[in-house]
């Protein structure tokens, strides 16, 4: 490897570090939105608006905050109500508050 190619695998592997920092900072942001909500839960637009991350490009607006919530849920973290679609912390016995 020459060094043209580690300078550019550092600032690769540094873009990446900083991305994963990224996600984890604003799911970390939608968790305090979802503590701070009422005890009833929010929906993703009203989420996704709160941060300012609800718009996006033509007809995908909410995909952001939505996968946001979708990676909360997957690490046990959010939950969805599937009558209202209000997403809610999940209650895993932990007292946090």
């Given amino acids: 490897m020459n060094n043209f190619?580690?300078?550019n695998e550092m600032t690769l592997?540094?873009?990446?570090?900083?991305?994963?920092v990224a996600i984890a900072?604003?799911?970390s942001?939608?968790?305090?939105?979802?503590?701070l909500a009422p005890s009833d839960g929010l929906k993703n637009?009203?989420?996704g608006?709160?941060?300012g991350i609800?718009?996006?490009?033509?007809?995908?607006?909410?995909?952001?905050?939505?996968?946001?919530?979708a990676m909360l849920e997957a690490d046990g973290v959010a939950i969805q109500d599937p009558v209202t679609k209000?997403?809610?912390?999940?209650d895993n016995g932990i007292i946090d508050r």
């Fill in 86 to 90: 209000k997403w809610q912390l999940r």
């Fill in 13 to 20: 592997n540094e873009a990446y570090k900083d991305a994963q």
């Fill in 29 to 35: 942001l939608v968790r305090t939105v979802l503590e």
């Fill in 49 to 51: 608006r709160s941060l």
């Fill in 54 to 69: 609800y718009s996006g490009h033509v007809e995908h607006e909410g995909h952001i905050s939505r996968t946001l919530l």
């Fill in 45 to 47: 637009s009203e989420i």
């Fill in 5 to 7: 190619q580690k300078e």
């Fill in 25 to 27: 900072n604003l799911k």
